[in-house]
Every structure is written in structure tokens, then in C-alpha cells.
């Protein structure tokens, strides 16, 4: 039975064997979720099967599918600029000619990341930084024909989103100014990465999309507006941002023209994790102007939104454009964090034309089977139909698929144990996206950072 017709106060805890008992409770109108949008095709009811162990000891995945190793942390850059850089993060895979994809990964460092970004001239923006993106162009066999610095000199590149120009908006998930951590310059801010030719968009910071602790953006193909996430742990929480630009017919260089930086007021609601009922739906939702999108001296949510305040949420995480609305992820709220409710994860939907906020999924707490820290980070949809969620949390480390009929089911679970066999822990998957013809999953694993390239039955 599809979700959409259970009682929304309902939970159902959806377990799969190949998940390992691992098991993930949620209601949400998934129908909603999925309608109107390119990925509205049934997956089915039950996954692709049980995980079958890889015998290298890298990727488990279902039978029938295969993984190739597309670049590793610490191997030579076909470019000969460095090494691959470590913290592979969020990640777009982007259409080139003649069948070729061009894939843009992110490498969150911070000042203590074993590698850093090469430094490369005309694409560092703060030499003391260790951050940055890299570059990757694939053939139709998903050969690696080149990889690169993309950009450099960054700090924290957590995530980030495509364009509908095709270039791919890097993220810098810190608000460190110079001097700290022994910076040159300001950060915390997003850039735009070229692919193709890096040089043409070099290493710009857009700072009227603000200064704070970035997480990911989604751009309204239509209206060009770029819908931007916050990821801050403690409190006080980040905020769910909307930047109006100059220049909203879009291409390379126009977010450089400045715009209007605004922050979401759900009226009554300053903190999201009190709503707990999927389906629950906020009219007349409010988009406020940033005072002072620089953060020159108060962070921007710490600011002065005004007698009414702003609406606060703990991990805002991923964020997409699907259909005609734009979905974002809080990938948990804890209560002792100073939270007003605790949840493992919600994904809301907004729709501009309705100026309308629904909470489509949440995600426990309450499971038959509760995993600490467990809570969606990294999401996309899936050509085939539903979402891929790459789970944060303790324990062995999975990429789980969720159908548009609300079975969840684990689509590759990650076997780099970079702990020790007394106290195992594995590095976390990040930046999973699909190849333009949907024919491969693209997705890294953190840390060691690894590239993997997923091929298979996914229409079956």
C-alpha cells in the first residue's frame, strides 16, 4: 500500500534484508513527492535485492550490478597538478559531447585534511586554503579521459548544486575569516565551477549569496531563483535561503551581478522539528531580506529578522529542484542540542507558485530499531523512480533507495573500515548523482576518498 493512502500520523518501520536489519521509519505522500517529475516512473515494491559482499572489500551491491573505481584519494591527478585531494563530497554529474559526462566533486577540507586541493594559477582563491573541487571527464563506458583541478584555495566544500547552464555551485560549509586557521581570506561563501574550461570561471566568490555556513542550493529553472541550505549543528540553527539574482535568465558569470539575499519565515513556526505530522502544509509562507548577507559582524542568523524572528532548523542538508518545487533535507534535530523536538531526518517541499511548505517524509526516531546519529544526508532522485539517500550515522555505511511506494531497500552499503577491528567505522558515502541517461550512479565515499561509478538493471 503507497504511503500516501495511510493516515498521516502513522509510521511504518521498512526494513530490507539487504539491509542488514538496518531499518529507517517514515510516512510521507511519496506520490506527492515524485508526481511531475522526470524520475515519476515505478521502481516496484521491493529494491533490486539482497547485497551481495564484494570480494575486494570495497562496494557491496546488489546481483546484477558493478562498480568501477574512478579515482582514489592519494593517486596522481591525470593532470599532473598534485594528488588526488582528500574528503570526497558532494559531487553533479553534468552532460559533455559525443555521450561524454562531466563529473565535479567536492573535497571538504579543513586545515587539517591530509591532501589538499593542488594550488593551480588562476584557480586558487585563498592559498592557505585546503579546499576545492576537481574535475573529472568520463567517456560513454565511464573511462576516465582527464582529472583536474577545477578550482582551489577553498575551505570546507561540502555540497553545492548544477545549474541548468550546466556548471556545478561549490559550497564552502564554514564562516572562518581571515586570520583564522591561518586564512588569508574570508570564507563561507559559494563559487561557480566550469567543467569544461575551469579558467573561465577561475576562483570568484559570489558574495551576494551570503556568508555563512553553506551547505547546498537548487535553482528554479524557471525563475531562476537559487534556493540555498544552512547547515549549522549547534545552536542557533541555520535558516532555508532564497537569492533573487540581477541576472535570473542564468549562465556563466551572471550570479556575479549581485541580487537579494532573503531567509523563509513559516509564521508560527520558529523551529521545524516541532512538526511532526507528514502532509502538515504552511500557507502564506514569508521570505525575508538578509540585513547583511557579509555577515560583517553578526553571523547571518543570529541577525535581526524583525518582531516576527525567522525559522530555524537544525542540519540543513541537501537540497534539489524536482517538478515545480524545490526539496530540502534537516538531516536530524536532537533536542539536547537545543532542538524543540528530535527527529533522524525530514525532507520538506516548497512550492513557489503557492508560496506553500509541506513536510513530505520524516525519518524516526521512533523505529523498532534505532541506529544514534542515523538521518539522510546527501539525496537525489533516481531515474527509475524514488530517491537515493546516503546515509550519516554510525555503523556500517549505506546507500539506501526509497520507491515511490515508500519501500526503503539498500542499494550499496560500504566496506572501507578506516577504524580498527575492536572499534570498526566506516567512511560515510556523499555526492551521489546519476549520469544524464540515468544509466550509472555516480557516489563517493568520504573518507578514504573514492570514486565509484554504479552500472546495472536500473530499470528493472
Known amino acids: 500500500m503507497s504511503l500516501s493512502g495511510l493516515p498521516a500520523t502513522r509510521r511504518q518501520v521498512l526494513a530490507r534484508s539487504g539491509a542488514l536489519g538496518v531499518g529507517i521509519a517514515f510516512t510521507g505522500a511519496l506520490s506527492e513527492l515524485f508526481a511531475g517529475t522526470a524520475a515519476a516512473q515505478s521502481l516496484g515494491h521491493t529494491g533490486y535485492g539482497p547485497l551481495v559482499p564484494d570480494p575486494k572489500g570495497l562496494l557491496d551491491l546488489p546481483k546484477g550490478f558493478r ?10 591527478l591525470r593532470s599532473g597538478e598534485g594528488k588526488v585531494p582528500s574528503n570526497h563530497d558532494g559531487m553533479t554529474a553534468l552532460p559533455g559531447r559525443h555521450g561524454r559526462v562531466h563529473l565535479v566533486r567536492n ?15 588562476g584557480l586558487t582563491y585563498d592559498p592557505a586554503g585546503k579546499g576545492g573541487c ?22 570546507v566544500n561540502c555540497a553545492g548544486g548544477p545549474t541548468p547552464w550546466g556548471t556545478w555551485l561549490t559550497c564552502e560549509e564554514t564562516e572562518d575569516r581571515a586570520g583564522t586557521n591561518g586564512y588569508t581570506k574570508d570564507h563561507g561563501f559559494i563559487f561557480e565551477v566550469d567543467p569544461v574550461d575551469p579558467h573561465r570561471s577561475g576562483a570568484v566568490p559570489l558574495t551576494a549569496m551570503g556568508r555563512f555556513q553553506h551547505e547546498a542550493i537548487a535553482i528554479d529553472p524557471k525563475r531562476g531563483i537559487v534556493y540555498e541550505t544552512e547547515d549549522a549543528f549547534l545552536k542557533p540553527f541555520g535558516l532555508f535561503y532564497r537569492f533573487l539574482p540581477n541576472r535570473p535568465e542564468g549562465g556563466l558569470g551572471s550570479l556575479r551581478a549581485g541580487g537579494r539575499l532573503q531567509a523563509m519565515r513559516v509564521p508560527g513556526v520558529p ?6 505530522e507528514t502532509g502538515a502544509c504552511f500557507e502564506g509562507i514569508e521570505w525575508v531580506d538578509v540585513p547583511d548577507p557579509l555577515a560583517t559582524e553578526t553571523p547571518v542568523r543570529l541577525q535581526d529578522f524583525g518582531p516576527k524572528g525567522i525559522t530555524h532548523a537544525q542540519k540543513l542538508e541537501g537540497c534539489y529542484w524536482g517538478g515545480k518545487s524545490v526539496y530540502f533535507v534537516s538531516s536530524f534535530a536532537h533536542s539536547a542540542d537545543g532542538s524543540a523536538a528530535d ?19 520524516v525519518f524516526g526516531p521512533d ?7 542515523e538521518s539522510p544526508d546527501n539525496i537525489c532522485l533516481a531515474p527509475s523512480g524514488g ?34 577491528p575492536e572499534a570498526p567505522e566506516w567512511g560515510e558515502f556523499a555526492g551521489v548523482t546519476f549520469s544524464p541517461d540515468g544509466q550509472t550512479m555516480y ?14 538493471p536500473w530499470r528493472r
Do not use: K
Not at 108 to 119: F, G, L
Not at 135 to 154: F, K, M, P, Q, W
Not at 271 to 276: A, P
Open 67 to 76: 562498480y568501477q573505481v574512478l579515482s582514489r584519494e592519494g593517486d596522481e
Open 107 to 121: 573535497h571538504e577540507n579543513r586545515p587539517t585534511a591530509p591532501i589538499a586541493v593542488p594550488t593551480v594559477a
Open 134 to 155: 576537481t574535475a573529472l571527464t568520463l567517456d560513454s563506458r565511464n573511462h576516465v579521459l582527464s582529472e583536474r583541478v577545477a578550482i582551489a584555495g577553498t575551505a
Open 271 to 276: 523551529d521545524l522539528s516541532v512538526i511532526q
Open 343 to 361: 527527529h533522524y531526518g525530514q525532507i520538506w517541499r516548497y512550492d513557489p507558485s503557492a508560496r506553500r511548505l509541506t513536510l513530505v517524509i
Open 367 to 373: 523505529t523498532d530499531i534505532q541506529l544514534p546519529g
Open 387 to 420: 530517491l537515493m539517500v546516503c546515509e550519516d550515522g554510525s555503523g556500517a555505511q549505506h546507500v539506501f533507495g526509497v520507491t515511490r511506494h515508500g519501500e526503503l531497500y539498500a542499494m550499496a552499503r560500504g566496506r572501507q573500515n578506516i577504524g580498527t
Open 443 to 456: 557516489v563517493n565515499c568520504y573518507t578514504p576518498g573514492t570514486t565509484f561509478a554504479v552500472t546495472g
